[in-house]
């Protein structure tokens, strides 16, 4: 029996359910929204079946049965990926496209290094790097916007895997001529009535603010920046400290100014920094090679930030 849909259909099926309109996935897609709509419209004459309810102000949902081949489309999908993974496999070779996300205040230390290492061992991959905060890179994990994410350990979801790559600890970031310096180690209790430039990230927030709140301190917070740029201008021209866990390499802000970084002593809790993935039975070969290869970038000790 002659298939009644081509894997270009379901693609775009999968992609509006994704989505929740057509416009949305085609910009996903690149492709023209008449094309997604035209090919929405064949398979629901092909099934003879209303797939979507359009709702003008919100987009398109699935009706019950739209639903049901959704669920089937994705996991042809997957599996016909699958086919496609077994072949590379077959010829041990990492190729094609993979969507790189990494955490806001890691990509600019680490996200072109990686890039530019891994093209330059896979010739026939081609990396796409996306940025941003940890509750996004979840969800675009999630929704397959990306295929891995270079993050930490907070509040990684049970459908999500996460493998562990390095452990950091907390870190203080001072005015290069902070009298604190002189220590050469600081301690909350040293801290607590400093002003604080509190890198204001979601999931990030909470972990350094637990820091005080679980040694019985309150800190002092003067500044709130979701750009640790910003965070490093301030501290370098005086308006307090921030808690950070990756150090950048350079001690100059961005505006030319100096910073200085110490350990914070105590006993605190790490960040681990590892490669996030939404859950499956099969990883891409592309994904493991990924994989394997930022480990090793770890484990030689040359990524930025990644010290332990």
Same mark, same amino acid.
């Given at each position: 029996?002659?298939?009644?849909?081509?894997?270009?259909?379901? @693609?775009?099926?999968?992609?509006?359910?994704?989505? &929740?309109?057509?416009?949305?996935?085609?910009?996903?897609?690149?492709?023209?929204?008449?094309?997604?709509?035209?090919?929405?419209?064949?398979?629901?004459?092909?099934?003879?079946?209303?797939?979507?309810?359009?709702?003008?102000?919100?987009?398109?949902? *699935?009706?019950?049965?739209?639903?049901?081949?959704?669920? @089937?489309?994705?996991?042809?999908?997957?599996?016909?990926?699958?086919?496609?993974?077994?072949?590379?496999?077959?010829?041990?070779?990492?190729? &094609?496209?993979?969507?790189? &996300?990494?955490? /806001?205040?890691?990509?600019?230390?680490?996200?072109?290094?990686?890039?530019?290492?891994?093209?330059?061992?896979?010739?026939?991959?081609?990396?796409?790097? %996306? @940025?941003?905060?940890?509750?996004? *890179?979840?969800? $675009?994990?999630?929704?397959?916007?990306?295929?891995?994410?270079?993050?930490?350990?907070?509040?990684?979801?049970?459908?999500?895997?996460?493998?562990?790559?390095?452990?950091?600890?907390?870190?203080? $970031?001072? %005015?290069?001529?902070?009298?604190?310096? @002189?220590?050469?180690?600081?301690?909350?209790?040293?801290?607590?009535?400093?002003?604080?430039?509190?890198?204001?990230?979601?999931? /990030?927030?909470?972990?350094?603010? /637990?820091?005080?709140?679980?040694?019985? =301190?309150?800190?002092?917070?003067?500044?709130?920046?979701?750009?640790? /740029?910003?965070? %490093?201008?301030?501290?370098?021209?005086? =308006?307090?400290?921030?808690?950070?866990?990756?150090?950048?390499?350079?001690?100059?802000?961005?505006?030319?100014?100096?910073?200085?970084?110490?350990?914070?002593? &105590?006993?605190?809790?790490?960040?681990?920094?590892?490669?996030?993935?939404?859950?499956?039975?099969?990883?891409?070969?592309?994904?493991? +090679?990924?994989?394997?290869?930022?480990?090793?970038?770890?484990? +030689?000790?040359?990524?930025?930030?990644?010290?332990?």
């Amino acid at each position: 029996m002659p298939l009644r849909f081509t894997f270009r259909q379901l @693609e775009y099926l999968v992609a509006v359910g994704d989505a &929740g309109t057509i416009s949305q996935a085609a910009e996903r897609l690149n492709i023209s929204s008449p094309s997604i709509s035209a090919a929405i419209s064949q398979l629901e004459a092909e099934f003879g079946a209303q797939l979507f309810v359009r709702q003008h102000a919100q987009g398109l949902s *699935l009706t019950p049965g739209g639903q049901r081949i959704f669920n @089937e489309a994705k996991r042809i999908l997957d599996s016909a990926g699958a086919l496609n993974d077994l072949a590379g496999d077959i010829a041990d070779a990492a190729r &094609g496209p993979i969507a790189v &996300g990494a955490l /806001s205040t890691i990509a600019p230390m680490v996200s072109a290094s990686v890039r530019r290492s891994f093209e330059a061992a896979y010739p026939d991959a081609n990396v796409s790097l %996306r @940025e941003a905060h940890q509750a996004d *890179l979840l969800r $675009m994990l999630g929704r397959a916007e990306i295929d891995v994410a270079i993050t930490y350990d907070l509040e990684i979801p049970k459908d999500i895997t996460f493998e562990p790559l390095v452990a950091l600890p907390p870190y203080v $970031m001072l %005015r290069h001529n902070h009298p604190l310096i @002189e220590r050469g180690a600081v301690t909350l209790a040293d801290l607590a009535a400093e002003p604080m430039i509190l890198l204001d990230l979601p999931l /990030s927030r909470e972990y350094f603010l /637990s820091t005080f709140h679980n040694a019985g =301190f309150r800190p002092t917070i003067s500044e709130r920046t979701a750009s640790l /740029s910003v965070a %490093r201008s301030l501290v370098a021209n005086g =308006f307090g400290f921030c808690l950070i866990n990756m150090r950048p390499t350079t001690t100059i802000a961005p505006d030319g100014e100096e910073l200085a970084y110490l350990p914070l002593g &105590g006993d605190h809790r790490h960040l681990v920094v590892g490669l996030a993935t939404k859950r499956s039975e099969h990883r891409s070969r592309i994904v493991a +090679a990924f994989h394997d290869h930022v480990r090793g970038r770890i484990a +030689a000790g040359d990524l930025p930030g990644m010290g332990r």
